[in-house]
Each structure stands twice: as structure tokens, then as C-alpha cells.
């Protein structure tokens, strides 16, 4: 099985950046994601990270660090459009589960003016 | 467009009786998997199926049942052996195990008991 852990809220100002942390313990580990999920509608895929480091994609990147079973999201020069939830997704072992997502709690985004 | 549709997007169950969710997906995925969303409680799996005609329990299996007799459909029946169904099921499909391929979701069934 697996534990994964993320801030339940988290507030901003527009323009900042905020940093969204996740940290995971797990048997097998195949990859970690991040979706963003708007009220009411299906997650959308953000970012994907397998080996450590940084992964940058225009305002949001990831990073992450296998050995401590830890991973971020840091969104740059935020919008009020980014308010949102914020779920860290780890990939099992295809033993354990399909290589299934086993995703964290969510982070809820409120991003102020 | 390929995609994944979920249907219906509202349903409403009375006590005691079984209801069907919809998932169809057109993109040649392998995998398919039913999630349960519950507000605070993130995205539980119910169950998963990595090819046709064969499909496995997840975490919160109980009270639900599939089947996957087309690559394309992977239905989900709420049971009466459910005690609390009321949530938002999530359907997603994937090729298993291609690196940094994660998921296609469909849009959700917010389904009520009333």
C-alpha cells in the first residue's frame, strides 16, 4: 500500500508563487504526478517526475526526490484561475495494483487578489 | 477526437436499488479504472482492468461490480450493498505501464441517493 501526504489549504496572492508539497511512502514506485481538479470537474494533468529533479513546464514545474519520498509543485505568477485542488499522484508496482495511481488527499488553492 | 465519456453526468438512487454507470473510451487504451471522489477524502480506487475480461479489486471494492467485455467499456453498478454510494466516480483509462503516460479521465457521475 501506500501513504501520501499534502497540506490539506493552502491560501496565495496573485502574482506570488506558492509551493505545494507531497511526501509518499511505497512498496513500488513507477512515477509521481500532479493534477490540477476544479470543483465539480475531472483532473487534469499538470506534470509527471520518475527520476529526481526538477521538471519545468512554463509556471508550473515539479521536482522530485526518490530517496526521501518527496515531491513539490511550484506554481509561478499566479492567477485566480489557478484556484483550484492540487493532487499528487504516485504510480504503483504493476504487482501491487496495475501500475494504478494511489493519489494523495488533495491540496485545496485559494489564490487571493 | 479520442476521448472518455462518462455518462450520466447526475444520477439519482433510491435506497435499495442498483444503478449502472457509463464508461466509453475510443482511444485504444488497455486499462481502465473506476475512482471514488468524497470531499477531503481524494480519489479512492474501486476497481481496475488491465485487459478484456479481466478486471481486479481496488481499496473500496465492496458493494460495487464491473465487467470489461469490450476493450472500449468498463461499466460500474453501484449495488445495494453500498451503504454510502453518494460521491463523484471518476473513470479514467491509460496504457499501462508507458512512462510518463498517465491517465485520460472522463468527466464524472455525481451520483445521489435520495
Known amino acids: 500500500g501506500q501513504n501520501i501526504d499534502q497540506p490539506t489549504e493552502m491560501t496565495a496572492t496573485e502574482g506570488a508563487i506558492v509551493q505545494i508539497n507531497c511526501t509518499y511512502q511505497t512498496s513500488g514506485f513507477n512515477g509521481l504526478f500532479w493534477y490540477q481538479q476544479h470543483a465539480g470537474e475531472a483532473p487534469t494533468f499538470l506534470s509527471y517526475n520518475v527520476l529526481d529533479g526538477l521538471e519545468e513546464k512554463g509556471r508550473f514545474s515539479s521536482f522530485l526526490s526518490r530517496s526521501k519520498g518527496y515531491s513539490y509543485l511550484l506554481l509561478k505568477e499566479l492567477q485566480m484561475k489557478d484556484s483550484a485542488s492540487y493532487l499528487c499522484?504516485?504510480?504503483?508496482?504493476?504487482?501491487?495494483?496495475?501500475?494504478?495511481?494511489?493519489f494523495g488527499k488533495g491540496t485545496s488553492l485559494l489564490v487571493t487578489p | 477526437d479520442g476521448g472518455i465519456t462518462q455518462s450520466p453526468k447526475y444520477l439519482f438512487r433510491k435506497e435499495g436499488q442498483n444503478v449502472t454507470l457509463s464508461c466509453e473510451q475510443n482511444l485504444n487504451h488497455d486499462a481502465m479504472y473506476w475512482y471514488r471522489q468524497d470531499p477531503g477524502q481524494g480519489l479512492r480506487l474501486i476497481y481496475y482492468s488491465q485487459i478484456v475480461n479481466d478486471f481486479q479489486k481496488g481499496d473500496i471494492a465492496e458493494g460495487y461490480s464491473v465487467s470489461r467485455e469490450k476493450k472500449e467499456s468498463f461499466p460500474l453498478t453501484v449495488t445495494s450493498a453500498q451503504k454510502n454510494p453518494t460521491a463523484f466516480y471518476l473513470c479514467a483509462s491509460s496504457i499501462p505501464g508507458e512512462a510518463g503516460y498517465g491517465y485520460t479521465f472522463g468527466s464524472g457521475t455525481r451520483l445521489t441517493v435520495v
Open positions: 499522484a504516485v504510480r504503483d508496482s504493476y504487482s501491487n495494483s496495475g501500475y494504478a495511481l494511489n
